[in-house]
């Protein structure tokens, strides 16, 4: 007996203890690791972590699985008509910058096209250092899943506010009033809006007041919510139309401090009054009563704060609906102050020196005329750019941290169009649907490989917090990490005699610190392993406005000429009678964790959900196979019949569809599932923004 405990003592001795945040989702979770001997023993909440005070999901162990996947790449490979074989980093180098530098050449620098993934903005390393590849690349060509996720709220932010960056948050610790549209942060964790235990933070709202939620679906967060809406999808413009028309009828608008630097609140009223909620009833499904009693309750609660994410986005009015959300808690006083929406102060500050200026619509994108934003093109238009001969068409392609055959809308075709480029490389740990159609991919270390310090989340968190963590293992032998990649790329592309030294991250991250609201550094924040909470967040305006004139501008001529396009909104059915939406699992992240079996095992998740009517009218079976199809293109799934969704809609959770040939994923492809971007389609966008519009894509369903 004695023996056994004084065994496990010493075992408990020599595992080390690693503190960091995971960097999987904008939860930014503390964790906890305990290893030995380069070897992952447990992954557990990190309690003294201010922040996350010990919450996490099922997610947070998968870190463990991806540094010991054997499937992870660590040096780079080249594709051969004999399969994928191992080629030193200086080849590498070389032959990926020859081939760029030989099309820019031949073709002109936009023939040189760059996808950027989510993953990007969760690495400190590819987010400090890969704009430099981008400006060495020199190209207009320039896509990332921003404009498939949250470019509408960039838009809104920089037409309101003077910097897509300045975007507001929900104060969800104190607010009384929680109005969600399009979001669905118990399965996602919270998105533009980091908190993690977001369901405790949630919970406690529904405590002191109410937590209304409008959703297609009756999702996770409905199901916990005080209220819940079914609307139709991409009908919410209507709705928030219908609640400032209400607000201003019913004297509840008084926009207090920020009245002396608000402009247009009279061009908004009088936008407003032609959508009275009696309008908004058909277009919506939500009774006129019921939108008034919401905009009445918004109205009178003593903190309330409408927060709108992914669902709002992603619809052909998505650019107008984050302009209204804005709008709606400025116009009711709750904007810059506690429990409504407000400004972070980060202690590395992306926008210390930022200064407002125009980015939009500076250049288009050939073939279809699809307007520029802060410097991309939507991605909707790249499959088309590579496709369509003529002079700036994409020959070459560079992805990194991204595998849009998966995440972009009409990803058949993109798959199909990757095949015809010269020349592809990959920035990626894994030969997936998109990486298994380069020629080369370059690995960088990763995840507990690498330091962390949520540059992006810190600037969109709840609360103003920070927490630098050093890497817990060294990377693999000759490996190298992804600022390394960057600025090798980059001194080659230059072709300067003198190469530049690549620049540690951490040495910008320190200098950002210092010089930073807190001066702070890693130092410091080296002697606080759990982080640091540095307060919640605090009114800044007006003085953190970046509009030229310091003045919030409420009716932004392009957001009000974009109204016109509602007239044209009708009910249509026809051939393809659903709506397709789609959802997000707690043990999915987007199409890159289904190599973790842990996360993967267990009911099959890839599922169409369909209301019990619709599905009796089509004489479908529960967990039947049936078969999906759009526009663009055709998918077998398996349909699970549930309450939970309006009549004629339909879900499909998105980054599946790992069975397509080449995919190096052993795991994955076990859980297959299909594709829901093989149904969506790339001409169904926000024409103001360029921004995907998946809920607004329709769908036939058939017996197999
Ligand atoms: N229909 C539909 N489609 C959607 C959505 C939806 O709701 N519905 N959501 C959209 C949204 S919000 C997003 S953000 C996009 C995501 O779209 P993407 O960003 O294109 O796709 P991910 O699945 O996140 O792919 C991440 C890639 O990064 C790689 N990776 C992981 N870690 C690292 C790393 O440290 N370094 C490098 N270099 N690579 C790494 C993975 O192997 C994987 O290839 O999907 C979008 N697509
Ligand atoms: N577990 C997990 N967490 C994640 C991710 C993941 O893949 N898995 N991805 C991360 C990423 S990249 C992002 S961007 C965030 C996204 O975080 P969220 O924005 O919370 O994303 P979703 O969970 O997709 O929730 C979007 C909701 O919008 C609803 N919706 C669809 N169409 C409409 C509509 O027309 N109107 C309204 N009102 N609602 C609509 C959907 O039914 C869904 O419930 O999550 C992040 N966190
Ligand atoms: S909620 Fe997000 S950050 Fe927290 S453990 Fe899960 S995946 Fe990681
Ligand atoms: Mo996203």
């Known amino acids: 007996m004695y023996g056994k405990r004084s065994r496990e003592r010493e075992g408990e001795r020599m595992a080390e203890i690693h503190y960091r945040n995971c960097n999987l989702c904008e939860a930014i979770c503390g964790i906890e ?81 760059i996808y950027q993934g989510n993953p990007s903005v969760h690495n400190l390393g590819t987010l400090l250092t890969s704009r430099g590849l981008l400006k060495s690349l020199k190209t207009q060509n320039n896509f990332s899943a921003t404009s498939v996720d949250q470019l509408p709220h960039h838009f809104a932010s920089w037409a309101m506010f003077g910097h897509p960056f300045l975007i507001p948050i929900p104060d969800i610790d104190r607010t009384d009033y929680f109005l969600i549209l399009g979001a669905n942060p118990l399965a996602s964790n919270g998105s533009l809006m980091t908190a993690p235990d977001v369901a405790r933070r949630i919970e406690s709202v529904k405590q002191r007041g109410k937590v209304v939620v409008i959703d297609p679906r009756k999702t996770e967060t409905a199901g916990k919510a005080s209220e819940h809406f079914f609307i139709k999808p991409s009908s919410d413009i209507f709705l928030l139309l219908a609640v400032v028309h209400t607000l201003f009828v019913e004297n509840l608008v008084n926009l207090e401090r920020l009245a002396d630097f608000t402009d247009g609140v009279g061009i908004l009223r009088d936008i407003a009054k032609d959508f009275a909620p009696e309008k908004a009833e058909n277009l919506t499904g939500i009774p006129a009563s019921e939108i008034k009693r919401l905009a009445i309750e918004f109205g009178t609660a003593n903190a309330a704060v409408c927060y709108g994410r992914m669902g709002v986005s992603i619809q052909k009015f998505g650019g107008l609906c984050h302009w209204l959300i804005n709008s709606i808690n400025i116009l009711t006083g709750n904007f810059d102050r506690s429990g409504g929406a407000m400004f972070t102060l980060p202690a590395f ?97 990763t995840g507990l490989e690498t330091s962390n310090y949520d540059v992006i989340f810190n600037s969109f968190a709840v609360r103003n917090v920070a927490k630098y963590s050093a890497p817990l293992f060294a990377k693999a032998e000759n490996a190298k990490y992804d600022w390394e990649i960057f600025q090798e790329l980059i001194n080659r592309l230059s072709g300067k005699d003198e190469p530049l030294k690549p620049v540690p991250p951490e040495a910008r991250l320190d200098l950002g610190l210092q010089f930073g609201h807190y001066r702070l550094s890693i130092e410091e924040l080296n002697k606080n392993p759990h982080g640091v909470d540095l307060g919640a967040l605090t009114p800044s305006l007006p003085d953190r406005l970046l509009t030229e004139n310091k003045r919030i501008d409420l009716a932004p001529v392009s957001l009000v000429k974009d109204l016109a396009r509602l007239k044209s909104e009708t009910i249509e059915t026809g051939e393809f009678p659903f709506v397709l939406i789609g959802r997000r699992h707690l043990r999915d992240c987007n199409s890159w964790l289904h190599n973790s079996e842990r996360l993967v095992k267990g009911k099959n998740r890839c599922t169409l959900m369909i209301h019990p009517s619709d599905a009796e009218n089509l004489g479908f079976e529960n967990r039947q196979n049936v078969r999906v199809s759009s526009r663009v293109g055709m998918i077998e799934i398996p349909c699970e019949i549930t309450e939970n969704i309006g009549r004629g809609v339909v879900s499909i959770p998105h980054g599946y569809g790992h069975g397509r040939e080449g995919v190096k994923l052993d795991t994955a492809k076990n859980y297959a599932g299909a594709s829901i971007n093989d149904l969506t389609d790339d001409r169904v966008i926000d024409e103001l923004t360029g921004n995907a519009a998946f809920s607004n894509v329709k769908v036939r369903l058939e017996v197999v």
């Open 349 to 445: 500050d992306l926008l210390q020196t930022a200064k407002g200026e125009n980015l939009y619509h500076r250049w288009q994108s050939r073939v279809r005329n699809l307007p520029e934003f802060m410097g991309e093109l939507p991605v909707v238009a790249l499959a088309e750019e590579i496709l369509t001969e003529g002079p700036g068409q994409i020959k070459a392609l560079v992805t990194s941290c991204g595998n849009p055959v998966l995440s972009t809308p009409n990803g058949g075709q993109l798959d199909k169009a990757l095949e015809s480029l010269e020349f592809m490389v990959s920035i990626d740990i894994y030969i997936n649907e998109t990486t298994r159609h380069a020629d080369l991919i370059l690995p960088p270390a």
């Open 33 to 113: 690791i305990k290893h030995e001997n380069g070897k992952v023993l447990s992954i557990a909440g990190d309690k003294q972590d201010p922040f996350s005070r010990g919450h996490i999901c099922p997610k947070a162990v998968a870190l463990k699985d991806i540094y010991e996947d054997e499937n992870r790449l660590k040096l780079p490979v080249r594709r051969t008509t004999n399969g994928w074989e191992a080629l030193s980093w200086e080849e590498a180098f070389d032959e990926v910058s020859g081939k760029i530098k030989a099309i820019q050449t031949r073709y002109g620098r936009n023939a040189v096209g």
